[in-house]
């Protein structure tokens, strides 16, 4: 069972030889087909296109329906009988690709709507869609090619680059973004930073927050993550940086190129991550700190001090992954030699 084309539109189908042309991948077995779409292993059909990936489903491989499948070298003499086999030394992402064949992204239906709110000096690039009641500011520059869908908000002078999309609810200001930057819904870029001086009597003076928000070309924002702009300098993230949902970016950080930063992670304010770091789901990073390129976080790390650049760190506080599990194994030892002292020992 393929995508829902009620909401998932579909091209083709295409021929099977056209499909692995397009993918770099080899037709092995089987005879070239019209393939009409894409589905999991489990719930393919006869005119889907599936994958594997690895070895936990080589049970589903076997016994699914799909008119096609996506493997490796290895696993060729694994499809069913009747199951044509492209091998490509990389499934997931050759499907991944596929996929976006059959469901290319929506193109902007080029216009504005009757309820939106542009200023008059906002400029917008050739077929850009300006959907029910979103609001564009007094100078804001649009690429061609933008969606910006309904609520959603370029704050005045903000700058959005070319083929980008704000959806629904999505806001921005103080920005200045790349071309095919996407805001998910309700995402909010250039927040006024969590900055403020305290006095001796308690009370919490605001520090006005007069940097920007930097955002590289393919940068990707998820539903309900906050990015506050700088204090002073700017806040960054690099070319190609992704976001999950739920995520918090303080003041001033500074992502490199292609990071990731899973769900309901929280980065304090100045820290700094080099190249294609990836920050696992509801991890801590404290502030001024800086996290080398490829270094890995894992989930619910919480990280107080520098991270030499491709190292995989876990726990809380947050060690050099090998240490954790060498530590944890350590406790568990102590702890088995606590009970054998209460029960006096094995005999």
Known sequence: MGADSRFFPARGPFRLADIADSLGARLVAGEDREISGVAPLALAAAGDLAYLEGRRHIEALRGTRAGAVLLGEEAVGIAPEGCAVLVTATPQL????????????????????????????????????????????????????????????????????????????????????????????????????????????????????????????????????????????DTVLGPGTRLDNLVQIGHNVRTG??????????????????????????????????????????????????????????????WPARETLRAFARLRQLAATKRDDKTGGTQ
């Not at 680059?161 to 200045?176: P, V, Y």
């Not at 107080?304 to 809380?316: F, I, K």
């Open 94 to 233: 050759a499907f991944a690709r596929a996929a976006a064949m059959f469901h290319p992204r929506p193109a902007p239906q080029p216009g504005i709507h009757p309820t939106a709110c542009v200023a008059a000096d906002a400029i917008l690039g050739e077929g850009c869609e300006v959907g029910p009641f979103a609001v564009i500011g007094a100078k804001a520059e649009i690429g061609p090619g933008c969606i910006i869908g309904a609520h959603a908000v370029v704050g005045a002078g903000c700058v959005l680059g070319a083929g980008s999309i704000l959806r629904a609810h999505a806001a921005m200001e103080h920005c200045l973004a790349g071309a095919g930057v996407v805001l998910h819904q309700g995402a909010r870029v250039g927040n006024e930073g969590f900055g403020f001086v305290t006095t001796a009597t308690g009370e919490h003076v605001t520090v006005p927050q007069l940097g920007r928000v930097i955002l590289g070309d393919g940068v990707e924002i998820g539903a309900n993550s906050c990015v506050d702009r700088g204090a002073g300098g």
């Open 257 to 318: 190129r292609g990071c990731v930063i899973v769900a309901q992670v929280g980065i304090a304010g100045s820290a700094e991550l080099g190249d294609f770091v990836v920050v696992a789901a509801q991890a801590g990073l404290t502030g001024h700190i800086k996290v080398g390129s490829k270094a890995r976080i894992g989930a619910q790390s919480g990280v107080m001090n520098d991270v030499p650049p491709a190292t995989d760190m876990v726990g809380s506080p947050a």
